[in-house]
């Protein structure tokens, strides 16, 4: 199951959003709000973020919220939830998805959505993305590399967008590491190689749910009764 028991998840095709005319038409069809952060944002983006805010209000609705529920923008352009829920937003090659769930079970989510890249870029980004032990594991791990490759990226910005919101510390791809891969499982374990508060620091361990397919989907989440090592 790539989503954790107790979580809530909506995905749809962004150009569903397409045949209202435009995204302002969208908005009003849907009765959802743009912030005036996207006020001059081009059409596709507008679009797409109303795509991540339908996912994110059905989810909300699936995991009981009443009403229409809204998500705002927050800092560093994290989503805001509505009070007793967390959740996390991606969208990427046509798709947006959204997870939520009770702030009763989980502090903080996260989730990401790649397409497996081209071999050519796989190379470029295989220094900054991977760590020297991931390039080892990526040997073993029964993935061609440039699936590896992206998973690892995807993992890494899913951990970022879980964590970025509970301890504003913003962290790089050489800051994670992807330490365990168990392909039957779905499931890979990721640590920290960074402190990046007292209680997030380097070596704890997350564990990074996936899906493999002509896009990889990764979710992550911190338990509301994680305790650091
Ligand atoms: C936040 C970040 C990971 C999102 O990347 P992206 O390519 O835009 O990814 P997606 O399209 O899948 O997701 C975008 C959504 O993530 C969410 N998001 C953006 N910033 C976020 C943050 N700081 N915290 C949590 N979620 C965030 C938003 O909902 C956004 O959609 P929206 O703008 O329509 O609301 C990336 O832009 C970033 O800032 N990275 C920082 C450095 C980094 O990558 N570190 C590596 C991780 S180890």
Known sequence: MLIAAGCFEYECQIADLESHGSAEAAALAL???????????????????L???????????????AGRPEVSIGEQRSPVWPPGY??????????????VAS????????????????????????????RPEERVLARTAGLGY?????????AKESLYKCLNPITRVSFDFQDAEVVELILSAGLL?????ADLLPEFKAGDLFEV???????????????????SA
């Open 146 to 154: 440039e699936q590896f490759l992206s998973l690892a990226f995807s």
């Open 189 to 193: 374990r990721i640590a920290l190689c």
């Open 51 to 65: 795509a991540g805010r339908l996912c994110a209000r059905r989810a909300l609705q699936l995991a009981g919220c």
């Open 209 to 227: 749910r996936f899906a493999l397919g002509a896009e990889i989907h990764t979710s992550t989440g911190i338990p509301a009764s994680f305790c």
């Open 103 to 130: 702030r009763a079970h989980y502090r903080a989510l996260g989730i990401d959505l790649e397409k497996v890249v081209a071999p050519a870029t796989a190379l470029e980004l295989s220094n900054p993305v991977l």
């Open 86 to 99: 967390v959740g996390s937003i991606a969208h990427g090659s046509g798709t947006a998805w959204a997870v």
């Open 31 to 49: 009765d959802l709000t743009f912030p005036p952060q996207l006020a001059r944002a081009v059409p596709t983006r507008r679009l797409e973020f």
